[in-house]
């Protein structure tokens, strides 16, 4: 099973979880999780008379993880994201005195 190159940075910054293309980011990026951690629960057992694959986790358990995981780390990304953007004081144009703004 070959696997390709990971995916151009995607954001789900339209709130819907789906980049510009109507990807959804979610799935990709728990897809990617999903295959980490398919590698790193599979136990291989060497033998004298041979080896043994298994997995310490059953596939749905660790499908359930991913999209949980890949949930949470986008949700954190966009709480991240929320506190650095700028903030605009309200503005409120009938409280503006311009005469008072005359040179003289």
Do not use: C
Not at 15 to 23: E, I, P, T
Request: aromatic share 6%.
């Amino acid at each position: 099973m070959s696997h390709s190159a990971p995916p151009k940075s995607t954001t789900a910054g339209n709130g819907a979880g789906h980049d510009d293309a109507g990807h959804s980011v979610v799935r990709e990026l728990a897809a990617r999780i999903y295959i980490q951690l398919i590698k790193e629960a599979v136990a291989i057992n060497v033998t004298d008379t041979g080896s043994t694959a298994s997995l310490t986790a059953s596939p749905e358990s660790l499908a359930k993880m991913s999209f949980a995981l890949a949930e949470a780390f986008l949700n954190a990304g966009d709480e991240i994201k929320a506190g650095t953007q700028p903030k605009f004081a309200k503005f409120d144009i009938d409280k503006l005195d311009f005469d008072s703004w005359t040179t003289k």
